[in-house]
């Protein structure tokens, strides 16, 4: 019976140049941490640089910090200007999950802004940069959610915590599914996947310390800081696409029941989630709100 997989795998990683989005808390520190502990050059991309300045001196190593918000494209169209030089991998880990309808600063609800907009035009303005692979952090939440593409921002349609965020997810997956069939079909270096860490003790979710979702909000919490995957285990998947020879466009997510928690392995996704028609709808959605082109 082989060993299970763990962070080793990755072996030396020195003189890979890998930005890691949302590197402050939660499963992108994580990750950062463990690619730091390679040897990588790890470029934290976060909105609290000051958090952020922390957090690379406690990683030690080759560690950076650069400026990033993806709730707002005026943040995500000059982050290539404060990026210095190419990189070999861009971990696009960075997510939100609200308790209430809210918007960003170009109008976007805020979790599909910050989950699949953001992120969008961060891979579109950096890919002639990348030099390897792309992996975006999506969730098993895809396989509930509907997908209102005649009202994405939810302005019309009932708007609900999990349900934005779930839609959010199921972009995620579909715009992932685009982009490894535009990567292969150009004959592309650049790999892509997806992945699922699994149900994680983090941050994620902002909610208000009073009202309807406070009280819930902290029993899921105290739940997940006893029965989840903490950050390091939620790492596991994104880690397992960079140390594993997977094949392109594959999703990894975790072993255990349900896609709870677990070490990470080769999972299948929903059927919405492998519809390319529906797929090529979602990025010309995203390519029209961000006015950025998935160029291959």
Request: charged fraction near 20%; charge should be neutral.
């Amino acid at each position: 019976m082989s060993a299970p997989w763990s962070p080793d795998r990755l072996g030396d990683q020195a003189g890979k140049r890998i930005v890691v989005t949302g590197a402050t808390n939660g499963v992108g520190l994580g990750t950062a941490r463990a690619l730091a502990r390679a040897g990588a050059q790890v470029i934290l991309a976060v909105r609290n640089t000051e958090l952020g300045r922390r957090r690379a001196a406690e990683m030690g190593g080759a560690t950076s910090v650069i400026e990033l918000d993806l709730a707002d494209l005026s943040s995500v169209r000059t982050f290539p200007e404060r990026l210095d030089g190419d990189i070999d991998i861009l971990i696009n880990n960075a997510g939100a999950l609200t308790d209430r309808r809210r918007e960003t600063v170009d109008g976007f609800e805020m979790t599909l802004g910050t989950n699949l907009l953001g992120p969008f035009a961060l891979t579109n303005l950096l890919l002639p940069r990348i030099g390897a692979q792309i992996i975006n952090v999506g969730s098993d939440a895809h396989r509930t959610a509907k997908l209102h593409l005649d009202d994405p921002h939810l302005r019309r349609d009932n708007w609900t915590t999990m349900g934005s965020y779930a839609q959010s997810k199921l972009a995620v997956m579909l715009w992932g599914l685009e982009l490894d069939r535009r990567l292969r079909a150009a004959g592309s270096a650049v790999v892509t996947q997806l992945t699922h860490p699994g149900w994680v003790a983090s941050n994620l979710s902002k909610v208000s310390d009073a009202g309807p979702l406070a009280l819930a909000h902290k029993v899921v919490q105290v739940a997940a800081n006893r029965f989840a995957n903490d950050i390091d285990a939620g790492a596991g998947p994104s880690l397992y696409c960079i140390s594993e020879p997977i094949p392109p466009g594959s999703y990894v997510g975790v072993s255990g029941r349900f896609g709870l928690r677990g070490g990470p392995v080769l999972i299948g996704r929903s059927v919405l989630a492998c519809d390319y028609e529906v797929a090529a709808r979602v990025v010309a959605f995203a390519e029209a709100e961000t006015d950025t082109t998935l160029a291959v």
